[in-house]
């Protein structure tokens, strides 16, 4: 089944726009570039020139590492312009709807706002360790008028990975309507390998992966939106021309040439480790009412007097995120797991 049959009519009929031939052999006289760098201008290709309009190096570098295939690959600005990309390329205005398990990630809802999708929350259940309420989410995904179902795995901001057997029962409640989307962008700091090795069995699932988490690269803004080759294909016809800098591109195929893999893994195995360290400290601490378990690079603690906890570690010079108004997380913080002498500092604020 073409699980771009259910996208908007008028963007599946959309042409994209045309930019310059891009045709490294020739010397580039048809894009109106000044013709040197600026001085100190470090980058490979230079800033001067427009960079590749489809970044296919950079696409053949994330399926490498994704061990995908090039076509399933869309890289973007973040998975953040996935996310925007989606709702919009399949969600009409005023009519589809997406759904999505608060609390998750705020970019779901604000992109479904921006493209005025309606949306259908689904509150994970904070008793059952925030764990979806199964029934509910189904009949939710199988709604008529539902095009996205936004999963996030491992959970930001709770921290939990979704068992393999909810996904698959949403990707089945959703056939022939609905994208699945499982964003991952915590995904390597779970040990979990993932969904992206099971987008064959599922041609209406969506993975989305970051670069902006496990591999240090926030700054550069590169995401990857791995999907069957229509999804992507027609995902490239409205990203706009150049989205992804140049600077970023290398910066990108820098962090995941070979010889880099064993700096990642052994920081992602860090933070692994000063995760279940500041867990058991945390867990000490007589202001901490609980530490939720988690598979990412976070911890959401619940605090006796959250406010308290938040202008003590302040005064350590560290900042955590608060939840005003979200509910069930009034006397949460989540906490990004830091170096060695950071996470020293949270439990010297608590103190
Ligand atoms: C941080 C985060 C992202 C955004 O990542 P970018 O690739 O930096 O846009 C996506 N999803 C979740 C759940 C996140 O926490």
């Known amino acids: 089944m073409d699980p771009t049959a259910w996208a908007r009519e008028d963007i599946r009929s959309l042409r994209a726009y045309e930019h310059a031939a891009w045709d490294p052999r020739y010397e580039r006289l048809h894009a109106n570039e000044l013709p040197w760098r600026m001085p100190g201008d470090r980058s490979v290709a230079g800033l001067n020139r427009y960079p590749e309009p489809h970044p296919h190096a950079l696409e053949a570098q994330l399926a490498r590492q994704y061990a995908v295939d090039a076509n399933q690959v869309l890289a973007g600005r973040g998975s953040d312009e996935a996310i925007d990309l989606l709702v919009r390329a399949w969600c009409t205005a005023g009519r589809d709807q997406v759904v999505l398990c608060p609390p998750t990630f705020g970019m779901y809802a604000v992109a479904a706002r921006i493209q005025g999708a309606g949306i259908v929350p689904v509150a994970l259940r904070r008793e059952q360790d925030y764990a979806p309420d199964l029934p509910a989410l189904l009949r939710a995904t199988a709604l008529e008028r539902t095009r996205l179902v936004f999963l996030c795995s491992p959970n930001n901001p709770t921290g939990q990975l979704l068992a393999d057997a909810v996904i698959e029962r949403v990707l089945e409640a959703a056939r022939g309507h609905a994208l699945v989307v499982v964003d991952e ?7 979990s390998p993932g969904w992206s090795a099971r987008l064959s069995q599922w041609p209406h699932l969506v993975v989305l992966r970051t670069l902006s988490k496990a591999f240090g690269l926030a700054g550069a803004r590169v995401g990857a939106l791995i999907a069957d080759p229509r999804i992507v294909a027609l995902l490239r016809t409205i990203i706009p021309p150049y989205a ?54 976070f911890l959401l603690v619940d605090f006796h007097e959250p406010e308290r906890a938040a202008t003590a570690l302040r005064e350590q010079g560290l900042i955590v995120r608060a939840f005003p108004g979200a509910p069930g997380l009034e006397r949460s913080l989540r906490i990004t797991v830091g170096s060695a002498e950071q996470n020293q500092r949270i439990i010297e604020g608590l103190r």
Do not use: H, M
């Open 185 to 191: 962008a915590y995904i390597e700091f779970s040990g």
């Open 244 to 297: 992804i800098a140049q600077p970023s591109q290398e910066a990108a195929l820098d962090a995941l040439r070979p010889a880099q893999k064993s700096v990642s893994a052994a920081r992602i195995a860090a933070i692994v480790d000063a995760r279940e360290k500041l867990t058991a400290a945390l867990t000490a601490s007589p202001a901490v009412e609980r530490v939720w378990p988690s598979s990412a690079n």
